[in-house]
């Protein structure tokens, strides 16, 4: 009996069976390609008022840019001499002028008694007034005060609170015009009267506290006094 073939035929069977537990065994992959979803538009709609161009910054000096407290939009007209003063108001800035100029302080007291009741020279206790103006000049005479009296007079002035029970005129019109929007000309003619160090100071306080010269529609010198 021959094994030749039957033991081929076994062989044969051995590598069949083997061949198809390899072929079972082998894992198959496929690289899946994944495409990224795309973002979604930004719909958000950006209101037209946020696009507008930023206000322009304020002007220095003004009430909007917080300078001095609350600021007047409109400044007061300047007015200068005594062409459109009231006649008594005239007057009264004429006598004073006169007393001043001619530094004679008699003079200049019967100005301040020709009121009802007297002036205001100071927002303290004055005693007599003519020797309180002398007091208060550096030359203890009375002199520089009323030097200042004089250069007050000769600026220009504003008409105040017009129609109202404070109406005034007044003297210099920078003392009721803030400092910061007067114009170079203007601080020309104020430092006739005050010096740098003194404008230094008022600035630093938002306010004229220099001399100044009010009167009333009437006549009436209602004050010639520095301070606030």
Known sequence: MHAGPALAALLLTVALSTSA???????????????????????TQIPSDALETPAAAPEPGTAASGAYGTQPLNLPEVKYGDADLPKAVARTRAQLLEAAHAGDLDRFRMVLEGNEMMPTL???????????????????????????????????????????????????????????????????????????????????????????????????????????
């Open 122 to 228: 100071s927002f303290g206790e004055t005693g007599d007034p003519i020797e309180f103006i002398k007091a208060s000049s550096g030359d203890g005479e009375g002199l520089e005060v009323m030097a200042i009296l004089t250069e007050l007079l000769e600026t220009g002035y504003v008409h105040a609170d017009q129609g109202t029970a404070q109406e005034m005129y007044i003297w210099p019109y920078f003392s009721r015009i803030p400092l910061a929007r007067l114009t170079r000309e203007q601080k020309v003619e104020m430092y006739r009267v005050v010096t740098s160090g003194d404008l230094a100071d008022m600035e630093a306080t938002g306010a004229w506290t220099f001399y100044r010269v009010g009167i009333g529609p009437d006549g009436t010198l209602h004050y010639f006094v520095a301070g606030d």
């Open 21 to 43: 537990s390899a072929e079972a065994a082998t894992v198959q992959t496929e690289r899946i390609q994944v495409t990224p979803k795309e973002a979604p538009a930004d719909t």
